[in-house]
T-cell receptor
Framework: DQQVKQNSPSLSVQEGRISILNCDYTNSMFDYFLWYKKYPAEGPTFLIS?????DKNEDGRFTVFLNKSAKHLSLHIVPSQPGDSAVYFC????????????FGTGTRLQVTL | DSGVTQTPKHLITATGQRVTLRCSPRSGDLSVYWYQQSLDQGLQFLIQ???????AKGNILERFSAQQFPDLHSELNLSSLELGDSALYFCASSSTQVHEKLFFGSGTQLSVL
């Protein structure tokens, strides 16, 4: 039962353009969402998060949008840079449960010159 | 550098064998999590320890066990290994109990031949 889904395994974007990574979830109890970035041979690193009381959170070039009614969130990277090439994982949390994050399968982003 | 140390980085073993993966959390972090990433899979939560006690359990097989020691380092024991256990095993640590921001180690790549 995949409660967090990233349906695009890969995405290629030109440098300077916008990258949009999508994530869908099925569990309506999730109330906090995170994005992690992973480079090869490294562990995932936290990128940005959003609480379900918000619909947008911005941090520099990274913005996460949350659409609770559609159970959908997206990560926008503007402008995309070659160093952004990595695997991006969406994760979800449910306050009040034993703390554990549920991760999606990841989207590999390649930013080309 | 996340501050989370995992050893060994690579492990090659045979079916039926037993291995131990080790994790040292960030200084001061009381929670340790273990995740498994198989090919084309997301990060699957295995188990969480908080200050030496098991806090949450995910999809961890009975052949797998873990513990957290008084110095807060953790070990994941995998026994009666099967080919399907080949995966990347991540350890993560955190200091907060609400809306966890996890800090991941670089993982142990286990290959069962």
């Amino acid at each position: 039962d995949q409660q967090v889904k990233q349906n695009s395994p890969s995405l290629s974007v030109q440098e300077g353009r916008i990258s949009i990574l999508n994530c869908d979830y099925t569990n309506s109890m999730f109330d906090y969402f995170l994005w992690y970035k992973k480079y090869p041979a490294e562990g995932p690193t936290f990128l940005i998060s959003i609480s379900s009381i918000k619909d947008k959170n911005e941090d520099g070039r990274f913005t996460v949008f949350l659409n609770k009614s559609a159970k959908h969130l997206s990560l926008h990277i503007v402008p995309s840079q070659p160093g952004d090439s990595a695997v991006y994982f969406c994760a979800a949390d449910h306050t009040g449960t034993a703390s554990k994050l549920t991760f999606g399968t990841g989207t590999r982003l390649q930013v080309t010159l | 550098d996340s501050g989370v140390t995992q050893t060994p980085k690579h492990l090659i073993t045979a079916t039926g064998q037993r291995v131990t993966l080790r994790c040292s959390p960030r200084s001061g972090d009381l929670s340790v999590y273990w995740y498994q990433q198989s090919l084309d899979q997301g990060l699957q939560f295995l188990i969480q320890y908080y200050n030496g006690e098991e806090r949450a359990k995910g999809n961890i097989l009975e052949r797998f066990s873990a513990q957290q020691f008084p110095d807060l380092h953790s070990e994941l024991n995998l026994s009666s290994l099967e080919l399907g256990d080949s995966a990347l095993y991540f350890c993560a640590s955190s200091s907060t109990q609400v809306h966890e921001k996890l800090f991941f180690g670089s993982g142990t790549q286990l290959s069962v031949l």
